[in-house]
């Protein structure tokens, strides 16, 4: 049998826009995001790992057997950032390729929310290594938010704190100063930005310390540091599952550079929001 799409040829550009494509079905339905996100909020606060992924794939399925690209993306994008928490390679990986493709392939390349997706690939694949991939990817996403947002949307905090990662990776120290400080007077203007600031701070010791020699780098490690607690024990600040994961992250510097008073304390924060003391 002889389908129309074995023979059909694609319109002429220059008679008329549309071009035919079997593919370029319209979505039968959406999934429903809002309720997807809630949920993977509620489990990530009970660190419920395989769980998250199980309700990822799930959903991502659900977008494919719906024809919803948008919404495949949204689940590809927040597998990547499940499987880098849990430090699987291959399974990011995959996600990334999937993720990467679709967005060309999709046309949903040029939006403020593709940027997020790049940013979200980028800081996976400086997690594992990835440098070469993972630049053009923060290229990418600086470019679309450039376009797309305010310069001093909170957005900009993600991007500049998690590319200066990858600067200093690439020992480019001063580039890689310069975005963080790009990002501390983004959060310092933004509502609820004290978390992401304490982060940074705590990013910028580890620069100083791999940058500096000790008798340079003491004073500012030791700035930076009480500036980073200042911010994680700010009483404005909800103790809740977003901040569990941020002081954990925060909690192995506190201990290098010697605040083992304050990483007690951030400890038993941590444990307490997951149920654990």
């Known amino acids: 049998m002889i389908n129309e799409e074995d023979y059909k040829e694609p319109r002429c550009v220059v008679c008329d ?8 079905e319209e979505p039968e339905g959406r999934i429903e995001i809002g309720r997807i996100l809630a949920k993977e909020d509620s489990l990530y606060d009970e660190l419920k790992y395989t769980e998250i992924e199980r309700l990822l794939k799930y959903w991502e399925q659900e977008a494919v057997s719906l024809k919803d690209k948008s919404g495949q993306l949204t689940m590809l994008s927040e597998q990547i950032g499940l499987f880098r928490k849990m430090n699987d390679k291959t ?17 949903l390349n040029d939006s403020p929310n593709a940027g997020t997706i790049y940013l979200n690939a980028a800081t ?3 997690a594992f290594g990835e440098l070469k991939r993972a630049i053009p ?3 990418k996403c600086e470019e679309l938010y450039n376009k797309y947002l305010e310069p001093t949307d909170s ?6 704190n998690n590319m ?8 480019e120290y001063k580039k890689a100063e310069d975005l963080y400080l790009r990002a501390l007077d983004i959060m310092s203007k933004v509502e609820n930005g004290k978390l ?26 030791m700035d930076c540091m009480n500036k980073a607690y200042e911010y994680l024990n700010d009483p404005t600040v909800n103790q809740n ?9 925060c909690i192995p510097a506190f201990e290098q550079f010697g605040f083992g008073e304050y990483k007690e304390i951030l400890q038993q924060r941590v444990d307490k929001i997951y149920g654990r003391s």
């Open 91 to 107: 399974k990011a990986l995959i996600a990334i390729d999937k993720a990467l493709k679709l967005l060309d392939a999709s046309g």
């Open 155 to 160: 957005k900009y905090g993600g991007l500049y």
């Open 241 to 249: 599952g977003y901040y569990a994961f941020v002081a954990s992250c």
């Open 196 to 221: 992401e600031m304490a982060i940074t701070y705590v990013n910028m010791a580890q620069l100083y310390f791999a940058s500096l020699d000790m008798d340079e780098c003491i004073d500012k490690i």
């Open 137 to 139: 990817c923060f290229d």
């Open 164 to 171: 200066a990662l990858a600067y200093v990776d690439l020992k």
């Open 124 to 126: 996976t694949l400086k």
């Open 17 to 24: 826009n549309t071009f035919y494509n079997p593919d370029s």
